[in-house]
């Protein structure tokens, strides 16, 4: 499985469910999430991309940490079979993330 076919797959799970998923792309800082997810009443969240088994290089788990922080929820998602966990977040008020 490919990143890209993940991402793919996430986009339209979120239109699906009511929401938007944006391409997340900041000139001058490096490290952003792949994409930001809007939701129905300012529920805003991050989502980083990964291919199956890969992980997040260090300046963008410091930047998932800065937002974090911040208090926005942040995921790494490397499979299909994550991308319920994300939605239901956010459709179902879901929390602890």
């Known amino acids: 499985m490919?990143?890209?076919e993940i991402e793919r797959a996430l986009v339209?799970?979120?239109?699906?469910?009511g929401g938007w998923c944006l391409k997340f792309i900041s000139p001058g800082c490096d490290g952003v999430?792949?994409?930001i997810l809007l939701f129905p009443g300012g529920r805003v969240g991050f989502v980083e991309v990964k291919a199956p088994g890969q992980n997040p290089r260090p300046l963008q788990l410091a930047v998932m940490d800065r937002l974090k922080r911040l208090g926005f929820p942040v995921?790494?998602?490397d499979s299909m079979a994550s991308i319920p966990e994300i939605i239901n977040f956010f459709v179902e008020g879901r929390q602890g993330i």
């Open 12 to 17: 339209k799970a979120v239109g699906r469910r």
């Open 75 to 77: 995921w790494v998602l």
């Open 33 to 35: 999430p792949d994409r």
């Open 2 to 4: 490919r990143e890209v």
